[in-house]
């Protein structure tokens, strides 16, 4: 049975894009979580907040254990994955070159090994199948390939730690992708329509990643899909620990994007490494997880979806574009 999982995101946030979903059936199953987080999120400079954040985030689902690798959120200019070789050395707009640590957390290759990491591929690498073999998760979620640089890096080496893993180890996880921006994060708006939706394999219109419009190199008829708890996307928002989570997320504007990444299907791309091999599949073992496959379904539609969609307007006019507006205003000396 499975009893432990290890999320591996790029940035803080990022975990509940990938596994937000299914987190509520985690912790009812007494499951041990492990969230992986391979940049500072110091892009501008905020990474401090977005660490309190993220361990905010922790503490309602009930507590996990937070890995920084530490390397720059360098965003779209120099990033590692235009790097010429491995072995260049980036540096991050924060103006770092090596792994560090946020507040009281320190980066994983200092804990590990008493010194920080440069900022390369292939050190990157090693410390992504580093964490692997020191967690040793019965099941891992990971980014796919988004379009953000960070996105790609991370799930490119990731499949290659994993299946070098699977190869030359005996540890052998069940491995869940997905797409953190596709039909998530820049998903559809449609919380509060009854029936619940599921997933649609494409973007927002008007969103900056409005050109990703395909799940590539996958078939989405091949998808894995997860039933979630009615409760997570309750037309009575504020009950979700979803958006509880992602109202944390404040330098995010977390709440704007909780309405286009909560469905009712969880949808991943499986990858069986049992074999000892690290191979995309279908056939994923249900009977070992605390999940249930979704099932289409008809609900009756309620008449209250317009309300609770206005009060949520409401919510966010009242609770975040205002405040932070009046706070832009005082920060100019307006």
């Known amino acids: ?124 690498l090693l410390d992504i199948k580093e964490v692997l073999l020191s967690v040793q998760a019965d099941l891992v979620f990971c980014v796919d390939a988004d379009n953000h640089p960070d996105h790609v890096l991370l799930s490119a080496l990731f499949d290659k730690a994993m299946c070098e893993i699977a190869q030359a180890t005996d540890y052998h996880p069940l491995v869940l992708k997905k797409f953190a921006y596709l039909g998530t994060w820049y998903g559809i708006d449609d919380y509060f329509m009854r029936p619940a939706k599921p997933t649609e394999s494409f973007l927002v219109v008007g969103s900056m990643y409005e050109s990703r419009t395909d799940c590539k190199p996958y078939d989405w008829n091949n998808r894995i899909r997860f039933a979630v708890n009615p409760s997570v996307y309750s037309l009575r928002f504020w009950k979700s620990t979803l958006f509880k989570a992602y109202k944390c997320y404040k330098s995010q504007n977390g709440i704007a994007f909780f309405p286009r990444a909560t469905n009712a299907d969880a949808v991943y791309w499986f990858f069986d490494t049992r074999n000892g091999e690290y191979k995309q599949s279908s056939e994923f073992p249900i009977e070992e997880t605390p999940f249930a496959f979704y099932k289409e379904h008809k609900t009756v539609r309620s008449k209250q979806c317009h309300f609770f969609k206005s009060l949520y307007k409401s919510y966010r006019l009242f609770f975040w574009r205002i405040p932070n507006k009046i706070k832009r205003m005082v920060g100019h000396g307006i």
């Open 1 to 124: 049975m499975i009893s432990s999982a290890l999320i591996l995101a790029p940035h803080q946030d990022d975990e509940l894009n990938i596994a937000g979903l299914l987190l509520d059936q985690m912790k009812a199953a007494g499951m041990n979580i492990t969230v992986c987080f391979a940049t500072n999120g110091d892009y501008s400079g905020n990474e401090k907040n977005r660490l309190n954040e993220a361990k905010t985030v922790a503490e309602i689902f009930g507590g996990w254990n937070i890995v920084y690798l530490g390397y720059g959120d360098i965003g779209y200019e120099g990033s590692l994955l235009n790097a010429a070789d491995d072995d260049v050395v980036a540096a991050s707009p924060a103006g770092f070159s090596e792994t560090h640590g946020v507040g009281d957390i320190q980066d994983f290759h200092f804990v590990q090994h008493g010194e920080h990491n440069l900022y390369t591929r292939k050190n990157l």
